[in-house]
């Protein structure tokens, strides 16, 4: 890492990364939770909520805009979590599976292999039930794949394992196989969801038996329980489609008609939400610990934040001409964290020794024309409702999709609003034709 704070353009465009999760206790980090509205931290929330519970299974959802600063959090409540003696797994959804096409089967698979790869990189000397692995592992064989796939030379590999009392190792080829099919090959995802799918029960009791010796075998070592975080699922592809004639969504199919299965493990587990989704439905409905991080807002206290998150990684004084340019920069990031780290990332294309005006006006409207490529004709009447009530319609599966974009930002102040992306007031063609659309609805207003 380059010393901090960056004292050249060059290093401020590394310290900038947009696409980088601060890992816990990094020096750059800023707690932003007073300035996105919150209540309390939601990691505080959670990490309090999980050693309180009397029970060993509860399920916490976490949404929020992609690029609001989730998974630097999830790191933070991870290692709070391995302070306060839990053995916490963390593992990006993205990283193992694919999201554009993902079902619960696959989050368990990818959740078992996770798991199974922590307790053997931790080093954790544990012994599970030799049974419970020949049990996991010749149910998947059988029922999981068909019996020309299963002739595979790692099966016979794997099997010899047992012998050699290599239970995790196992686990880990057996798992980490499965998910490596289902993330790249579409004939044998198809394959594996259906066949455990017609026995779903059985297997969610599979990798429940496992989870149960997982934590019977930790709490032998000392720690209290186990928690998983699964993180990256706010990212899944949006994907509409029929079923049973009815009209779904690849988000509605997860976490609402697959909330059971999402809630039968036998672990605390968090999952990361789409920000439509907790707009759309009512997921109290089925979840009980429901938590949305807001944007940061754009007020003094939220712009005197964001300043330190920057000074935090550049010396304004050395690297902008004018110290009027960051609070520029912050003004168009939406209080977007990603978005203000790509704006300093487009401004840093020069080969000048400062970012100038120049440069900052670059930036913004590069930032501009992509937010500019997302939107249609047909999206006016939700942006123009937006942009006047500060309030969206939750039924209204367009704006769902906006909210993913980012186009339209969620805000926490005392109530939850709903405010445009700054820079979609900056397209001419968006503002003329809500203009227009205002004028005709004054005009309906007053006949």
């Not at 012994?127 to 019996?147: R, S, V």
């Not at 032998?220 to 975080?229: A, F, G, L, N």
Request: net charge negative; proline share 2%.
């Amino acid at each position: 890492m380059n010393s901090l704070p960056a004292t050249s353009v060059d290093d401020a465009y590394s310290q900038c990364d947009p696409g980088y999760a601060l890992p816990a206790n990094d020096v750059r980090y800023v707690d932003l939770s007073k300035v996105r509205g919150e209540h309390g931290k939601i990691i505080d929330t959670i990490e309090r909520s999980i050693r309180r519970s009397n029970s060993n299974t509860c399920t916490y959802l976490i949404s929020g805009h992609r690029g609001s600063g989730k998974t630097t959090e999830l790191f933070r409540l991870q290692k709070k979590l391995k302070d306060n003696g839990y053995f916490c797994v963390y593992f990006d959804v993205g990283e193992a599976l694919d999201l554009a096409d993902i079902s619960y089967i696959d989050i368990f698979l990818a959740m078992i292999d996770e798991v199974s790869r922590a307790l053997q990189e931790q080093q954790i000397n544990i012994t599970i039930d030799k049974g419970i692995i020949d049990d996991i592992y010749g149910w998947l064989h059988q029922e999981a794949y068909t019996e020309t796939y299963v002739q595979k030379d790692v099966n016979g590999e794997a099997k010899a394992g047992f012998d050699a009392n290599i239970g995790i190792p196992t686990l880990i080829k057996l798992f980490g196989g499965i998910t490596g099919d289902i993330k790249h090959s579409e004939s044998q995802r198809n394959v594996i969801r259906e066949n455990i799918e017609k026995k779903a029960s059985d297997f969610i009791l599979k990798i429940n038996l496992f989870l149960i010796a997982v934590r019977n075998a930790v709490q032998q070592q000392q720690y209290k329980d186990i928690v998983v975080i699964a993180d990256g699922l706010e990212k899944i592809q949006y994907r509409t489609f029929t079923l049973n004639d009815n009209k779904s969504d690849s988000h509605t199919e997860l976490f609402v008609r697959h909330a059971e299965q999402l809630l039968a493990l036998h672990c605390h587990v968090i999952y990361t939400v789409p920000i439509g989704l907790a707009f759309n439905i009512n997921l109290q409905n089925d979840y009980e610990h429901v938590y949305i991080m807001p944007m940061v807002k754009l007020n003094h206290a939220g712009n005197q934040a964001l300043r330190m998150l920057i000074e935090k990684r550049v010396n304004i004084a050395s690297v902008f001409t004018e110290d009027a340019l960051v609070d520029e920069l912050i003004a168009n990031s939406g209080g977007v964290v990603r978005d203000l780290m790509r704006l300093i990332r487009l401004a840093c294309d020069t080969d000048d020794e400062k970012i100038s005006a120049n440069e900052v006006k670059y930036a913004i409207s590069k930032l501009t024309k992509e937010y500019d490529r997302l939107l249609k004709r047909s999206d006016i009447p939700i942006l123009e409702l937006v942009h006047r009530t500060e309030m969206i319609n939750p039924d209204d599966e367009r704006s769902a999709q906006l909210l993913h974009n980012r186009i339209i930002l969620e805000y926490e102040n005392g109530k939850r609003s709903a405010k445009l992306h700054p820079t979609c007031l900056k397209i001419e063609w968006v503002m003329n034709e809500m203009h227009k659309l205002s004028l005709a609805n004054l005009d309906n207003t007053g006949s």
